[in-house]
């Protein structure tokens, strides 16, 4: 069984930073990814990591956010700067099966409850 808890989350002005993490257990985690969901959307695609530290983005955050995990105590990752006000969103953590193609990643249906980041203007 797959458990994840992130934190990390609070209010900061646009251009602001702020790190995320996400602490993981389990067996079988070959990936890692996260997710947003802002008021009134789908779930989003944000960034993923795999086998070998390989890396994929969305689009809208790339060169801004940075996604890294520490292996050794099983906490990921993800740095966000030059924050926007179309940031905000509850950011969820996935683990996955592993990556694909550019902007592809696998996941499995666990999910942690989410980290609410706020981008005020």
């Known amino acids: 069984q797959v458990q994840l808890v992130e934190s990390g989350g609070g209010l900061v002005q646009a251009g602001g930073s702020l790190r995320l993490s996400c602490a993981y257990s389990?067996?079988?985690?070959?990936?890692m990814a996260w997710y947003r969901q802002a008021p009134g959307n789908k779930r989003l695609f944000v960034a993923a990591?795999?086998?070998?530290?390989?890396?994929n983005y969305a689009d809208s955050v790339k060169g801004r956010f940075t996604i890294s995990r520490d292996n050794a105590k099983n906490i990921l990752y993800l740095r966000m700067n030059s924050l926007k006000p179309e940031d905000t969103a509850v950011y969820y953590c996935?683990?996955?099966?592993?990556?694909?193609?550019?902007?592809?990643?696998?996941?499995?249906?666990?999910w942690g409850e989410g980290t609410l980041v706020t981008v005020s203007s």
């Open positions: 996935n683990a996955g099966y592993g990556l694909g193609g550019p902007g592809e990643y696998y996941g499995m249906d666990y």
């Open positions: 389990g067996s079988n985690i070959n990936a």
């Open positions: 990591i795999g086998s070998g530290e390989r890396t």
